[in-house]
């Protein structure tokens, strides 16, 4: 790992970069299939299947059978596991619920605010040896809870033509609609305009490789939301001469096993405790079964040595980390003034595969410095908020002049027809 | 103006239809005056401004000078009425505050939800003939309540050099941080790279033409938020018989003012109040200042009559309008279940401009059916939700052995080595 030594203000960018991704090259194919699934719908979905999936499949639908058999074959304790997870998630989500908000900003004049649900939702699970059914937990509770009516989820079919059953039984459980098994370019283009058999939705949510990243992209264009822009998992851990070396490096590996992509930071006000994570990250690192992984993405990573801790929050709110963790005897302080972070973890007893998995926030968080702008995925992410508003006969004529003045300020007579013309009436 | 009569399900995309964009071509020249920007800085900021607005700068920066002469130039009534929306404005959006979001999801596992705003935000007022200045308080406004650190405004110059002084008025009383003469590509790309007098910001908003909204698409590839995609303006209203056909008039005519593309919609179950409204608006259209514009768009537009509510219900939500007024003696059957409308307006005494000034709701709202995954601008718009997590002993002792399974069966190592690490010192 390499260690930087009070890194310069004016090197702080430099210090700070995030491993560069090029996409440039993928979005003609990206186009291409999109514009295949829009034309043929169907036939275009089990055509790339057979080409990227490897297996030729004659319905994509997940039918009741075979949600019964997964719910069969998941090994009992992890059924417990995940509904202590779904658990957990559901209270923090649910508390998330907001009531109308109403004012009335002048007398006769009631304004109101109202959040309602995103109808129609695709659900993206990457498929691949390890599946990820902890993201099904973390995008179908919420959609559930906001009140969202479609709730499509697609995943890529193994070579046999099946699902995982953690994700239909995590899916089923949490009670998606459509189980689809369709992945990669060709999904994200049938949720973006529908086919005989996967519905077209209003937003899409969820993981996925660069294609998925990209085809994502693409559907925004036709109008299709999505969560929030991706890119690579990323973790910052802050920690003073207290902190538990072993315990840092276990979090800084659990990062870098994700992909040979993640990026790991520590940034540390003790000189020792760098020294004594480094070395504990080479001790772990060796029984680690994605050692290969975990290594290469480490060999990438910095451990940064900062004076104090004022200065620390500031490199911290420049990067803005996906998770941040704080081991430090000042994390109030952190807590207090961190602006841009995905997911803070807190104290000794926190580690990042806690958020991951079970303690109810979300794990959909905004990386490569999105968390500037960017929340991570929350019950907000699956309904709109709506304005209302009724005015009374007393109500306009309170603020008529105001908008007949504004309007014709802004020569946009119409505007102030539309008002005169009632004023006329009243007085 | 078109009149539609019970249109048949399969044929109401087709009647729904919008007035189509295309802006494929403009992509290239936003794409190479971004470039030009990224490499020149200030440079490029002036080449263009001379070469688009017809002036040439030694500095784009408002003055305090040119501050106090707008604060003189902006007649007093106008300066009232602004204030007078001001306040409206800020009661509505200092209600949508949110607190803090607590809860103990396992006995030890503390998760909290927190809104923290934006640091930075850019906002685009357009120039040209008619001030926009509404829109300054509509995105001011809310920044300023969110407590974003930094609000750079943005607008070009005219012939003169100048901005309008009601937009330098409206900037300055709602406490714009930097205000400065520049507009169009290289105003966005000012904002997104950053340059020696344009502050690089994390999220854009503001209306503009294609070249803006272009422009502001192509900043998200950068990793800059944008408010929401644009297109042309849109009102549909619904109203039963005993509604006032000249108020429809008015308010159909206010919105057709506003370009050639923008649409306007009547969905009725009266025939006699479609004949009616269709003979005000040709009455009404023939005074208007901007009659060339409103006639075109009205040329565009539909009165479209169906049986009953429920239909016409399910119509305008397949639609999604931007504004949505509702004259109906049913109007809780459209308030209550209206999914997808930008900002909606109820009953006789709320015309649309109340909205677009005064009445305290935002005005900047998704259009071209992006209601149905979007929200209008609104306090969030600002900030963004960060969660954070504290677990203990008893926490970790308690979540433990669900995570340990979880990562395990996802065949993530490193992520149950985190917790297990843990776990052993504990027990």
Same mark, same amino acid.
């Given at each position: 790992?390499?260690?930087?030594?009070?890194?310069?203000?004016?090197?702080?960018?430099?210090?700070?970069?995030?491993?560069?991704?090029?996409?440039?090259?993928?979005?003609?194919?990206?186009?291409?299939?999109?514009?295949?699934?829009?034309?043929?719908?169907?036939?275009?979905?089990?055509?790339?299947?057979?080409?990227?999936?490897?297996?030729?499949?004659?319905?994509?639908?997940?039918?009741?059978?075979?949600?019964?058999?997964?719910?069969?074959?998941?090994?009992?304790?992890?059924?417990?596991?995940?509904?202590?997870?779904?658990?957990?998630?559901?209270?923090?989500?649910?508390?998330?619920?907001?009531?109308?908000?109403?004012?009335?900003?002048?007398?006769?004049?009631?304004?109101?605010?109202?959040?309602?649900?995103?109808?129609?939702?695709?659900?993206?699970?990457?498929?691949?040896?390890?599946?990820?059914?902890?993201?099904?937990?973390?995008?179908?509770?919420?959609?559930?809870?906001?009140?969202?009516k479609e709730i499509?989820?697609?995943?890529?079919?193994?070579?046999?033509?099946?699902?995982?059953?953690?994700?239909?039984?995590?899916?089923?459980?949490?009670?998606?609609?459509?189980?689809?098994?369709?992945?990669?370019?060709?999904?994200?283009?049938?949720?973006?305009?529908?086919?005989e058999t996967i519905?077209?939705?209003?937003?899409?949510?969820?993981?996925?490789?660069?294609?998925?990243?990209?085809?994502?992209?693409?559907?925004?264009?036709?109008?299709?939301?999505?969560?929030?822009p991706a890119g690579?998992?990323?973790?910052?851990?802050?920690?003073?001469?207290?902190?538990? &070396? $072993?315990?840092?490096?276990?979090? +800084?590996?659990?990062?870098?096993?994700?992909?040979?992509? #993640?990026? @790991?930071? *520590?940034? %540390?006000?003790?000189?020792?405790?760098?020294?004594?994570?480094?070395?504990?990250?080479?001790?772990?690192?060796?029984?680690?079964?994605?050692?290969?992984?975990?290594?290469?993405?480490?060999?990438?990573?910095?451990?940064?040595?900062?004076?104090?801790?004022?200065?620390?929050?500031?490199?911290?709110?420049?990067?803005?980390?996906?998770?941040?963790?704080?081991?430090?005897?000042?994390?109030?302080?952190?807590?207090?003034?961190?602006?841009?972070?995905?997911?803070?973890?807190?104290?000794?007893?926190?580690?990042?595969?806690?958020?991951?998995? &079970? $303690?109810?926030?979300?794990?959909? +968080?905004?990386?490569?410095?999105?968390?500037?702008?960017? #929340?991570? @995925?929350? *019950?907000? %992410?699956?309904?709109?908020?709506?304005?209302?508003?009724?005015?009374?006969?007393?109500?306009?004529?309170?603020?008529?002049?105001?908008?007949?003045?504004?309007?014709?300020?802004?020569?946009?007579?119409?505007?102030?027809?539309?008002?005169?013309?009632?004023?006329?009436?009243?007085?």
């Amino acid at each position: 790992m390499q260690i930087i030594n009070n890194p310069n203000k004016s090197d702080w960018s430099q210090v700070l970069k995030r491993p560069t991704q090029t996409v440039g090259d993928i979005e003609e194919t990206v186009i291409q299939i999109f514009e295949d699934v829009r034309k043929n719908g169907d036939a275009a979905i089990k055509t790339y299947t057979s080409k990227f999936d490897g297996i030729s499949l004659d319905s994509h639908i997940v039918t009741s059978e075979e949600i019964q058999k997964a719910m069969n074959a998941v090994p009992e304790k992890l059924q417990q596991a995940i509904k202590t997870a779904k658990h957990n998630i559901e209270a923090f989500h649910t508390a998330q619920k907001t009531d109308r908000i109403e004012v009335e900003t002048t007398q006769g004049v009631q304004c109101w605010q109202e959040k309602r649900a995103i109808q129609k939702v695709g659900l993206y699970i990457p498929g691949g040896t390890a599946p990820l059914f902890s993201t099904v937990l973390m995008l179908v509770v919420p959609a559930q809870i906001a009140g969202c009516k479609e709730i499509v989820l697609c995943s890529p079919p193994n070579k046999q033509g099946a699902l995982a059953a953690e994700i239909v039984f995590a899916a089923h459980l949490c009670g998606v609609t459509k189980i689809i098994k369709v992945g990669g370019i060709q999904a994200i283009a049938g949720l973006t305009f529908g086919t005989e058999t996967i519905p077209q939705v209003y937003k899409i949510f969820g993981p996925g490789n660069q294609f998925v990243t990209v085809a994502k992209q693409l559907a925004t264009k036709y109008g299709v939301a999505i969560d929030m822009p991706a890119g690579p998992s990323e973790l910052l851990v802050v920690a003073d001469e207290a902190a538990n &070396a $072993s315990y840092i490096a276990s979090d +800084l590996l659990s990062q870098a096993e994700h992909g040979v992509d #993640s990026q @790991v930071i *520590l940034v %540390s006000t003790s000189k020792t405790l760098i020294d004594k994570v480094s070395e504990e990250v080479e001790k772990q690192l060796e029984v680690l079964p994605r050692k290969a992984i975990a290594e290469k993405s480490i060999g990438n990573s910095k451990l940064i040595y900062v004076e104090n801790d004022t200065l620390a929050l500031e490199l911290i709110n420049e990067y803005g980390p996906e998770h941040f963790i704080i081991c430090s005897q000042n994390e109030d302080f952190y807590v207090d003034h961190i602006e841009n972070a995905g997911s803070v973890f807190i104290g000794d007893y926190t580690p990042e595969s806690a958020g991951d998995y &079970a $303690s109810g926030t979300n794990h959909t +968080l905004p990386t490569n410095g999105f968390s500037k702008a960017y #929340s991570g @995925v929350n *019950l907000d %992410s699956f309904s709109k908020s709506m304005t209302f508003q009724k005015i009374s006969k007393e109500g306009i004529l309170n603020i008529g002049e105001t908008i007949e003045l504004m309007a014709e300020a802004e020569g946009l007579q119409a505007h102030k027809n539309a008002v005169s013309i009632r004023l006329k009436d009243l007085k």
